[in-house]
């Protein structure tokens, strides 16, 4: 049950200087600072003075008046002019704006353009030998932003009156007094709107569009928690005159004209989530569009807190395929987050995770892929050191095989297509040829026992054999060669002696023992030592600097059988040409699980 909110009778428009906070997040604006913003959304102006006199004009049409002004203190300029023995208009010049606005409302020199009869600019400034002086300041509400589609539609319709055919003196009258009558009605709601706008801005810009972090400028976080604590939705709400549905018309009718504005419409879902700090980087209709879209974003999130204490009913989650406004919130958790990068193609995560045993791999596949041309970012083919066949990474291949589903759809033939909100990763793991991956066989048998994990992670209802075989290709397990490592998979006798300087007997023994690990070398330094071998270093090499020497004999091999047409004869070229085609054959977007009819598969 909702709680009432009893409409006020008529009074003033809310004043935001009576609330904590206002303008410290989207402050105020200079007529320079709104110019310049203007044209970031695609209005030019004039420079300098002939773009202020085409914002005059456009105050004196009372289509887009100052929100505030201020005036400078003349008899306290006067004061400081004579203690200084200077000129009243280098005082002046030197006036700044007092840091909290409703001082300048209580000494009375804060006024409000829209509550006055239009007066020339001009009146407003000091002559002098050194050129003339503003004896006020007007300020800009960001949010009378939103008047720009109307201003775009008419400032072709300003025109440049000369003063004594003077450009100094220059001012602009719209050619058609009545220019605006058929926009009256929205620059009306945009009037109305920016007060509100203003309070609500500290209250909620900062969330948006993830609730769960806030990001303030020029407040301290503890002083807003208290302020956002204590900040009564029901009171603004009468304050203000406005029933909840208000709120949410309004909401709907801003996001409505954002919709049939914004130029990048495809890649809103993107921008949205990259929430407010990255507005910076759009420009034209695309900014105009967000202008509109945070507008509305403010009063859905005031109508939530008068949900919250039940003066208002929940919105409900748009249904069904067809446009609707709200679904162009930029309120978000964050959950669509993985599926938005998947549906354009852009997510970070890997096509292809490629497990490797040690160093010496960590060192040498990035080299052959380089020199392949195939790409090594890390959403394309990210290399993972396991650091050996006893270490147990079961759960690490699960997690990031695992699909990550949305919610199914039906479609024909009794069957369901079930969106993948992350593009499939696939594992590729290279083993040496021993321990619990000796043969062939026990290979295959990890392998089928990783994807059998993945598989009876899914909802039961899509344990199908369609399904199953749609999984096989996640899961991938390659060794170098039958029962060698990779340095003797990939190396001579003679090559790696030669790297390690030392006889190649004892490689050959090596060998034949079928360890080339760090204790064998080591081993192997502390035998020769004793027999007072010349060694070109008190210990051996490590595994990094041992593929160092070893890369460009690998190189000259590779290029070689290239040359020759036997490259996939050599194990490491093999496996990086199959990562590669295991990374370039993963589709990035608009992925789906197809699922027939349930019925048990073996596993």
Known sequence: MTVPIPTPPPSSAVDPLDYSFVFTQRPLLTPEEFIKECEF????????????????????ASVLVPFYRIAKDLHEARRVAREEDSSLESVLRRFRIKDRLP???????LFHPADQPFRPWRTFRRSSETGSVWTCIFLYSPYQLLAIPVLKEHMGCLHLRRHKGQLSDATFRFIEPNVFVL??????????????????????????PDRTSVHLRSVSLNDWNHWVQAFDPIAFLQRIGW???????????????????????????????????????????ALIAYDYRLAAELLLRLYESLVDVGAATPLSSPQGKYWH?????????????DQVLTDFGISPYPSLVLALEGDTEMVIMPKIMASLGIPLSPSFIRLFNYGGVGKSFDLLVQYIV??????????????????????????????????????????????????????????????TDEVKKQLEDLVGIESWDCDHCFEFANFTDQELADALGVPVAKIERLRSEGKFNKKKLEGLWNELREAHYPLSSLDPPTKPDLAERLWPVLEAKINTAQQMGTAQSIPAFRIAEQAWEHAASARRGQVVLFVSEAREVGL
């Open 41 to 60: 959304r695609g209005i030019t102006f004039f420079m300098g003075e002939l773009g202020l006199a085409q914002l005059e004009a456009l105050h004196r």
């Open 243 to 285: 029933q909840p549905n208000r709120l949410v018309q309004e909401a709907d009718r801003l996001l409505t004209i954002a919709h049939g504005i914004d130029p990048v419409l495809a890649r809103q879902d993107v921008i949205r989530l990259g929430g407010y700090d990255k507005v910076s980087m759009l420009r034209k209709d």
């Open 103 to 109: 001082d300048h409302r209580a000494e009375r020199t």
């Open 183 to 208: 926009s009256k009605q929205q620059l009306t709601a945009i009037h109305e709107l920016v007060p509100i706008l203003s309070v609500l801005d500290p209250l909620f810009l900062r969330r948006i």
């Open 402 to 463: 695992t699909p990550f589903l949305g919610n199914a759809i039906k479609g024909h033939s009794n069957q369901t297509l079930v969106p993948i909100h992350r593009p499939p990763t696939r594992f590729l793991l290279i083993v040496d040829s021993e321990g619990k991956f000796k043969t062939e066989q026990e290979r295959t048998k990890w392998r089928k026992e990783r994807l059998g994990e993945v598989y009876s992670t899914l909802p039961r209802e899509y344990h």
């Open 325 to 337: 406004p709200q679904r162009e919130r930029l309120s978000t958790d964050r959950k669509e987050l």
